[in-house]
């Protein structure tokens, strides 16, 4: 594999960025390897700056759901720039988004466009907490949220629950209104709540998590958390930054029937370009700048660009058959992988949802981040390396997803085993 331009680009980088990079889990330290930067990409398939081809299971962290370079999208994208890049005031496409994310997210009665997916679970927070007046926060070990100060807090550490930083710059003082709890542990919510109950604005969580690997939410897990919710007036907020349009087209919230009070979108809604938002009931909405007084802002929200390539990506999701074909197509890579793992004898156990899924190398089951982390990491590095040197980009971490997209096909999938039977070899 040639790597001269990727690695010149490297030494240049490092010189002025930090890391090299401008999002850390692109340095690809966890498999142990320098980055490859990527020169272009279209359909199922990326190029880096040194002509290798790749079949992408990244699809940019989750928002290429209907593959790179979609030909819809960027004919409305191009539409859009030649009218004008950014007005900072009101446009039609803005409204209509407002009323598709409603029509395919009925609970979003009124929703707050962001331009990130940190942007959206911040603002929900501050709003929740306006809104209650409270100031605690319970999440989840393992789950991310962003980059927001107070959704930092030991994301599965050992200190999590006693709210201790993980993360240098995070105030001890913001830190201790987080508590993180065990993933799919309803009694440990309960015993808090028992504890400190009125005093919780919010519950945030990703309702199958994403940031663990992937970990799906045991059998009323999630209405447990609604029920304790209603019961001392907290507000259940579900991040769907991942899930949302990703697990079906209406979120995870359709899937597994429990309504939150706040939603947080990102990723898959801005059909690949920088747009997040939050939404729920009116009633708390409006407690949202200018109509009620918390305040929130941002002077490329909306942006003209990021709404016209969100909703041709929405409208090109909302057709008839696509979650069943990303379904199919993601069961058959998904299977066929745990058959490449069995039959070389490898420990691993496969979570999957819809067209997000992941393998731990390790006999599982896993069920929260204390047991994504028994995953045998040294295993992933070298699965992942065995792959990339044959043409196949994965998320270069154990605690990552594979996300299938629409541009995905059998000729993909079939390559991708074939690539996968003889790596699997080298882990
Ligand atoms: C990626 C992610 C975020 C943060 O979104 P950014 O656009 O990276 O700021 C928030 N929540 C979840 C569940 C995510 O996966």
């Not at 290429?64 to 005031?89: P, Q, Y």
């Not at 009101?90 to 990130?116: I, K």
């Not at 156990?349 to 204390?370: I, L």
């Amino acid at each position: 594999m040639k790597d001269d331009r990727s690695r010149e680009l490297w030494q240049r980088a490092q010189k002025v960025m930090p890391g090299g990079v401008n999002s850390p889990v692109r340095a690809m330290s966890a498999v142990g390897r320098e980055p490859i930067f990527i020169r272009s990409a279209r359909g199922c398939h990326i190029e880096d700056v040194d002509g290798n081809r790749y079949i992408d299971y990244v699809g940019s962290w989750g928002p290429m759901i209907l593959g790179h370079a979609n030909e819809d999208v960027v004919a409305a994208v191009k539409k859009a720039a030649e009218r004008g890049t950014s007005f900072g005031a009101p446009t039609e496409a803005e409204v209509t988004f407002a009323e598709m994310l409603g029509r395919l997210m009925p609970n979003l009665e009124q929703v707050r466009l962001v331009s990130s997916g940190t942007e959206a679970t911040m603002s929900a927070l501050r709003l929740a907490r306006g809104y209650t007046g409270r100031d605690l926060i319970v999440k989840f070990d393992g789950c991310y949220h962003g980059h927001g100060d107070g959704l930092l807090v030991a994301a599965g550490s050992g200190l999590a629950t006693l709210g201790i930083p993980s993360c240098p710059g995070v105030p001890d003082e913001i830190a201790e209104l987080s508590v993180s709890l065990p993933y799919n542990d309803l009694a440990a919510v309960e015993k808090l709540f028992h504890e400190k109950g009125e005093q919780v604005a919010a519950v945030i969580i990703e309702p199958v998590a994403g940031n663990m690997g992937v970990v799906p939410p045991a059998p009323g897990y999630l209405q447990g958390l609604r029920d304790i919710c209603d019961e001392y007036n907290t507000l259940l907020i579900f991040d769907e930054v991942i899930t949302g349009f990703r697990v079906a087209l209406g979120g995870a919230q359709s899937i597994y029937e429990v309504t939150p009070d706040l939603t947080t979108l990102g990723k898959i809604i801005g059909g690949g370009l920088p747009l997040g938002a939050y939404g729920g009931k009116t009633e708390i909405m409006s407690k949202v700048a200018p109509s009620g007084p918390v305040y929130q802002a941002g002077t490329l929200s909306g942006n003209p660009l990021a709404t016209a390539a969100g909703l041709r990506a929405l409208d090109l999701l909302d057709v008839a058959g696509v979650y069943e074909r990303l379904e199919e197509l993601a069961a058959r890579l998904f299977d066929g992988l745990g058959q490449v793992f069995s039959e070389a004898k490898l420990p691993h156990c496969g979570n999957r949802v819809g067209s997000m899924f992941c393998y731990f190398f390790q006999k599982g089951p896993v069920t929260d981040y204390a047991s994504a982390s028994q995953s045998d990491n040294q295993a992933f590095a070298r699965w992942h390396n065995a792959m990339l040197a044959r043409g196949i980009y994965l998320a270069p971490s154990q605690y990552e997803c594979t996300f299938m997209s629409l541009a995905h096909d059998g000729d993909a999938i079939d390559q991708t085993l074939s690539a996968a039977a003889e790596a699997v070899k080298e882990v």
